[in-house]
């Protein structure tokens, strides 16, 4: 069964850093783009970045500069490094790989507090 699992959300403080890890089951993962969504109270769910299987990536312009994203095929896992926190990046963080269908994760908790 396919699944992506999310970790690594919580409370920061404004000007702090989280890492989110998404770890996806199956093989296929290596080979397909993945990313992660996020979705704040009373908004409409946004990209915040991509990555392909050949690690090219792309960025949300609000998070340019303060998010990294990455990925190691050895252990089937995106991660979303995040630098420089804001009160406006608190959210649900969606994992997602995009094969013949989209799969999606649980979501994880990002809040930023002022």
């Known amino acids: 069964q396919v699944q992506l699992v999310e970790s690594g959300g919580g409370l920061v403080q404004a000007g702090g850093s989280l890492t989110l890890s998404c770890a996806a089951s199956?093989?296929?993962?290596?080979?397909?783009?993945m990313g992660w969504y996020r979705q704040a109270p009373g908004k409409q769910r946004e990209l915040v970045a991509s990555?392909?299987?050949?690690?090219?990536?792309k960025y949300a312009d609000s998070v340019k500069g303060r998010f990294t994203i990455s990925r190691d095929k050895s252990k089937n896992t995106v991660y979303l490094q995040m630098n420089s926190l804001n009160p406006e990046d608190t959210a649900v963080y969606y994992c997602?790989?995009?094969?013949?269908?989209?799969?999606w994760g649980q979501g994880t908790q990002v809040t930023v507090s002022s």
């Open positions: 990555i392909t299987s050949g690690s090219s990536t």
């Open positions: 199956g093989s296929i993962f290596r080979a397909i783009p």
């Open positions: 997602y790989a995009a094969y013949s269908i989209t799969y």
